[in-house]
């Protein structure tokens, strides 16, 4: 773990906190001492001169206090403000208010992967701010360099008043760019200049490549300049990475009903992804599940978990032998060639990513199920806020699901119903 933000080695920092931590009881003994003789030395006699007790810190106060401290001098030393994302900087800080014992162990699982990996939490912290700004930015589609047309205004609400909301989104945004790009982050009066309060003025201020255009109603509109705007592109651009077309370049209208993604890759269902989509499926127990494309059965895993009969069917090889040595069972072949039978009670899915193949495998999973069976899919962005082919209720994923994957391109989750 890298520690070049610090002046001092980690180790240096966790031995001055164990011997101040080791004092910690000499400290209050020794104020106790301080506090009687200061009442002795302010009273005659046995009369009472007016000094009342001091409200004296306990161990527990000095230990706590102590704690609270060094993990914040390795906060700051580490320079977490600048590579966290604004999310996670919130998450930390509010983790930080009761954190965990300070120990080298503990610091690295907090904050090794920001050091060790600080670009791609600077690039998710930016996606994270844009993404909540306008859904065009969820696309890496519309994100992919070069691409015309892209959003060059945003609607940041709860600008009015004395509230906080969204200028903590302007400034959000903003950080988020000023990290990207190496530079300073606009500072607190900065910002009062770029968004006064509403009482102070409406209108429109100008700074660090955006435009303010405040309104009475509590709306403001930011505009970017072009410089920014292409910075933004070349930030999220790089986070996506770039997901190939499914079709053939020298005939791009021709779209094979069956055939299997050219581009296929396999990006493995992530557990939280696989938890947060159990979580919101009810599955009875001795329910007949299918799910296509099922890879090494990490849903399959989770399926038998919690008693449902789970069918596997999987067109590659290799995976679909390691699913069955786990005990399930997988059929090998092409799903999109595999005769339906509308028996399921429910279909989990994560079809290919590429282009819009995975429009074809959804379409062709809603035939396996029967009347009024579920469909839950984990689809890119790209197929709810671009393409238009699929109609259900959505739900995004939070930024960078599938990383752990091999792929940040945004994801989301279909649930359709199949006809009565």
Request: with cysteine.
């Amino acid at each position: 773990m890298s520690q070049v933000a610090l002046k001092r080695s980690l180790s240096d920092v966790v031995d001055e906190y164990n011997e101040k931590h080791q004092g910690a009881r000499a400290v209050v003994e020794a104020l106790a001492e301080a506090e009687k003789h200061a009442r002795a030395q302010a009273a005659v006699g046995s009369s009472f001169g007016g000094l009342t007790s001091l409200r004296l810190p306990s161990v527990r106060d000095i230990e706590q206090s102590l704690k609270v401290s060094a993990w914040g001098h390795v906060y700051s030393g580490l320079n977490i403000s600048t590579i966290a994302g604004a999310a996670d900087r919130k998450r930390i800080k509010l983790a930080l208010e009761n954190p965990p014992e300070f120990t080298i162990e503990n610091i690295r699982e907090t904050f090794g992967d920001y050091v060790s990996r600080p670009r791609f939490h600077i690039l998710k912290g930016l996606a994270e701010v844009f993404c909540n700004l306008d859904p065009a930015f969820k696309s890496h589609t519309k994100m992919r360099v070069g691409v015309k047309g892209l959003p060059k205004r945003v609607i940041i609400s709860g600008f009015g008043g004395y509230s906080d909301w969204g200028r903590d989104r302007l400034h959000d945004m903003l950080k988020a760019i000023a990290a990207y790009e190496g530079k300073p982050a606009p500072t607190f009066e900065e910002l009062r200049e770029l968004a006064p309060l509403r009482e102070e003025k409406i209108g429109e201020t100008r700074g660090h490549g955006v435009r303010v255009r405040s309104f009475a109603n509590g709306n403001a509109h930011i505009f970017f300049d072009p410089e920014t705007l292409k910075t933004v592109n070349r930030a999220l651009a790089e986070f996506y990475g770039d997901v190939l077309p499914d079709v053939d370049p020298k005939n791009p209208e021709k779209k094979p009903s069956t055939a299997v993604s050219k581009d296929l890759q396999y990006y493995p269902t992530p557990k939280a992804v696989v938890d947060l989509v159990m979580a919101e499926t009810y599955i009875r127990e001795g329910a007949e599940v299918l799910e296509p494309s099922c890879g090494c059965g990490r849903f399959l895993d989770a399926l038998r978990a919690v008693g449902a009969n789970a069918t596997g069917i999987e067109y590659h090889p290799g995976r679909a032998a390691e699913s069955r040595a786990k005990g399930h069972r997988v059929m090998v072949g092409n799903f999109l060639e595999v005769t339906p039978d509308p028996r399921f009670d429910l279909v989990v899915m994560n079809p290919p990513f590429y282009g819009k193949h995975y429009a074809k495998h959804v379409n062709h999973a809603m035939k396996f199920l029967r009347p009024q069976g579920q469909l839950m899919a984990i689809l890119p962005a790209t197929a709810r806020y671009d393409h238009g082919l699929l109609g259900g209720e959505w739900r995004d994923l939070p930024i960078g699901s599938f990383t752990e994957s091999g792929t940040n391109i945004n994801t989301v989750v279909l649930k359709k119903r199949a006809a009565a």
